[in-house]
């Protein structure tokens, strides 16, 4: 029992991590609260579904096909942050609504494109594998795996390159960076490109864990949000923190919930979460480990 | 009083083209069930008056005081589940139930801003999102109640026909429509909230400095908030006839935001505009599929109508996905028309005289009153 918990967080920990991330970065460094995010999740799931189902005639190797839809996809954050979210950066009511407005979009597209279904995947590496008396399937492992990859990655592109660099730079001060001559309207494209990216490795390694279906971005996008409050908007260290520990939550919850709440307790599940949120944002808006802007204090 | 009135129409209303616009509206709307009646416009009709009070309730909370609230579902879906509550364990009729769901609407709204108070910004929108999905999952929970996702059924009625709920919530309307309208006016003498609102939104710091309480002026900016939105969840509840989960979900506080921002947000008739182009829009959608696919089968087969058939055949998948086309729009409307289609128009039409500040038509050479040149 206490085996599967564990699995179970740090498999859902993990997705919840790289999705936070790349939700955390874009509003870090660009003041961008992404909400079409997952949107981009479910793309990249579909995008797996399209190219490794035998109806497409393509029937791909897993690598290659998993590389080309975190390419499309992250091409796709791009586009979508050139075309719509830089010209209204500045009011966040507008950048709100413009990415809702996208995520409608693409839910539409799948669900015209694909039917409203849930639909399956599968598992893109076979077998299982024994740990400790536990019977582990792979793909628990590659989501694992994948994820620390990408974390690991993020970290050394934010830390040692000069992209990181510029990354930060425009982060801390857009005006200065500019004058330091770093064009910051392509940082933050590339930024918003990172993490769509992410957010389509993240869709990619949970889609054979779970049941793909058009309307999938919601639930996720309100645990996200939720683990970038908690640990503080604009954290990496705090994203990664606040969702290993959504990630215990709905372990548990998932898989034996409190007696008291056995019934209806998925449901209730939702409204503590988000009463965890509202506490912290009134409490400590800045979260466990982000900054306030000065503008945006009160 | 009345050759006052004809005097006001006459010098007031004539010559401004907006204002005609709005009287011409307002007239076809009132005289709307002697033209046509029919079932189904009738009730689109209705249901458009009750989401003209729920945009412009949220344009006078968030478009005038800038406290941009993601969760305005909260005060339609309190009220809707107030009235519906009451009266399916009390038995209580509707001239009770909403009175009281309108004042726990109002009660949701002051709740609200107590926290709001302490944010700004996309952290103030993001705590407001948050506490209609709370309710949700709190409906959801006490199914026994609620009847979670199949809601509560059997309201009654606010009227013995539908001509007569057609009239009431028309009035409603128009009744919430004015009273917003006077409570922002920014020029008005006699209220100063107007004025109030502008300025905490431009500069909340400044407008504390001048010695406003801008803390009370945001709760009654939430109270009043509350209070429209309430009346339109209570309406659309014994219109509707049900309760469900659907007051309370985000597509409804989005709709709000959207229907607001396409129009013209911060001017009231905004609201309303959106939602008389938006709400038939999606209302009709199956309406227009099925005229479209109709024009198709209408069609001769030969060569040359091909083109003209995979045309309509994409029209008609598009006016399935009502809310595809939605979405499109708020976009386009967002990137190239900022300001709202409503308030687009309305500069395009009106042009205010540099010396004395009345409105003129746009096609004027010089102002109507004091002959200054417009150009």
Known sequence: MIGRIIVHTLVSGGVFAILAIGFSLIFGVARVLNLAHTAFFTLAAFGTFYLLSSVVGLELAVAPAIIIVVIIVGLLGMLAYKLV??????????????????AMIAEQVLVWRFGGQHRTIRFLVPGTVDIFGMTIANQNLLTLGVVAVA???????????????????????????????????????????????????????????????????????????????????????????GAFILGLVSAVSVIDPLALLRGGGAYLNMTFILAAMVIVLIVRPSGLFGTLFEEEKL | MLRRLLKNFRYGVIPVPGRVIA?????????FPVISGHPLYMRMFIFTSIFAIFAVSWDLLSGYTGLVNFGHALFFGVAAYTTGLLYKFLGWQPSVTIPLAVLAAVAAGVLTCFP???LRGPYLSLLTLAFPLMLLGLVMFFREYTGAEYGIPGLPSIAGSQTGEYYICLIAMTASVLIMWKLTD?????????????????DEIAARATGINTIRYKLLAFAVGGFFAGLAGALYAHTHGIVSISSLNLTMSFQAVIWVIFGGIVSIYGGVVGVYILYPLVFLSRRVEALFSAMQKALPNVAATVPLAKILEFLHELAGRPYLVLAVIVILILLFMPEGIAVWIRNKIERECPRCKLTNAAWRRECRACGASLH
């Open chain 2, 186 to 202: 920014a020029g008005s003498r006699y209220v100063r909230t107007g004025l109030i609102f502008h300025a905490i939104r431009e």
């Open chain 2, 23 to 31: 009287v011409v509206f307002f007239l076809f709307l009132y005289l």
């Open chain 2, 116 to 118: 709001a108070l302490k």
């Open chain 1, 151 to 241: 974390i690991v990655a993020v970290w050394l592109i934010l830390s040692k390159t000069k992209l990181g660099i510029a990354i930060r730079a425009v982060a801390n001060d857009t005006e200065i960076a500019g004058l330091m001559g770093i064009s910051a309207s392509r940082v933050l494209m590339i930024t918003m490109g990172i993490a769509t990216a992410l957010a389509a490795i993240a869709g990619v390694v949970m889609a054979p864990l779970t049941t793909i279906a058009p309307g999938m971005w919601a639930p996720p996008l309100m645990t996200v949000m939720v683990v970038v409050i908690i640990g503080g908007l604009g954290s990496i260290k705090g994203s990664i923190i």
């Open chain 1, 85 to 102: 979210i830089n010209p209204v950066r500045e009011h966040h009511a507008a950048v709100l609504l413009i990415t809702i407005a996208l």
